[in-house]
């Protein structure tokens, strides 16, 4: 594990993040105290697929209906 600090971690950046490639976890710190990580990037677990949940989500009919108490309780 790496530890820098904020000014460290911006003048060597660039070795930081091969660091990071190689595996290696990098903190940087402010005052003596962890406050960020860098870490490898993951990606997305999977591409996300439009109408994936077709068919498995129903709305009800009177979705958009207000009932009475809370139409008279805006002034509706």
């Known amino acids: 594990m790496i530890l ?16 990071v490639q190689r595996g290696e976890e990098v903190l940087i710190g402010k005052a003596g105290r962890p406050v960020a990580r860098l870490v490898p990037y993951r990606g997305l677990a999977e591409r996300r697929r439009p109408g994936a949940l077709a068919g498995q989500i129903v709305i009800a009919e009177d979705f958009d209906v207000l009932p009475a108490d809370i139409a008279e309780a805006f002034g509706a």
Do not use: M
């Open 4 to 19: 820098k600090n904020i000014s460290e971690a911006k003048a060597e950046l660039s070795s930081l993040i091969e660091s």
